[in-house]
């Protein structure tokens, strides 16, 4: 229902299978996706947040709660983040997901530091690599920019990843040539 567009159907059907497993972490997410694309939007962030009591580390619920977030939403957005850390201080995707929240406010020191957290949990992670470098380059740290741009890139072609090769590689020469 939901692959077909049909919200309500979606969102009846979640909420169904959500009262009889509150745990069913699939149930959640699509009840929460079904609800955000109904413009459900606080109702979508509550079960987001529930499917983060049952995966803390869960990329969907965490990047749509980003995507969701507005700056009224944020700082209550990074408390939560915060708290999760402090629960689970191994959490790369946990790390990354309070960088792209303190980057959405220019907070860019902050924000290096989840990256780099991030980042030295999963070496392995062409989009850790990428938001590190961007944070980077925002504090005018080029040389380690480009470092962190060229790590992007060549992880990039082994595992799947959200940057745009072109672009890392565009401003990758605009700073070699300043």
Do not use: C
Not at 59 to 64: D, N, P, Q, R
Not at 118 to 132: C, G, H, I, K, V
């Amino acid at each position: 229902a939901l692959r077909g567009g049909n919200i309500a159907d979606a969102k009846r059907r979640y909420t169904a299978l959500v009262a009889a497993d509150g745990t069913n972490l699939d149930a959640r997410l699509g009840l929460a996706t079904s609800l955000a694309r109904g413009g459900e939007v606080p109702a979508a962030v509550k079960e987001y947040r529930k499917a983060l009591e049952i995966d803390p580390q869960n990329s969907t619920a965490l990047t749509a709660l980003l995507v969701l977030a507005d700056a009224r939403t944020l700082p209550a957005l990074e408390s939560d983040l915060r708290s999760m850390l402090s629960r689970f201080p191994e959490s790369a995707p946990l790390h990354f997901a309070l960088g792209n929240a303190l980057s959405t406010q220019s907070r860019w020191t902050e924000a290096q530091q989840s990256y780099f957290d991030a980042w030295r949990l999963e070496t392995d992670n062409a989009d850790y690599a990428f938001n590190l470098a961007v944070s980077l380059d925002q504090l005018r740290q080029v040389r380690l920019a480009q470092d962190y741009y060229q790590k992007a890139l060549a992880l990039a072609g082994r595992n799947s990843a959200q940057l745009d090769r072109k672009q890392v590689e565009r401003r990758l020469n605009e700073l070699r040539a300043a």
